[in-house]
């Protein structure tokens, strides 16, 4: 989305899908939510990721 909206050039991976586990690190500068009151926030998380554009 962020290559499409600044003009990059995208496609289909030609060496097929990209499938792993990343890790995301979580930033304290978010807005105070409610949502997430009460919660404890890890500082990181782990995401599975899959996909095949490039």
């Known amino acids: 989305v962020l290559c499409r909206a600044l ?3 995208i496609g289909r991976n030609e060496a097929g899908w990209d499938i792993g586990i990343r890790s ?3 930033t304290d500068e ?3 939510y409610d949502y997430f ?3 404890n926030i890890p500082p990181s998380i782990s995401i599975i990721q899959c996909h095949q554009d490039e």
């Open 37 to 39: 009151k009460g919660f």
């Open 7 to 9: 003009g990059g050039k």
């Open 24 to 26: 995301v690190v979580l």
């Open 30 to 32: 978010l807005p105070p």
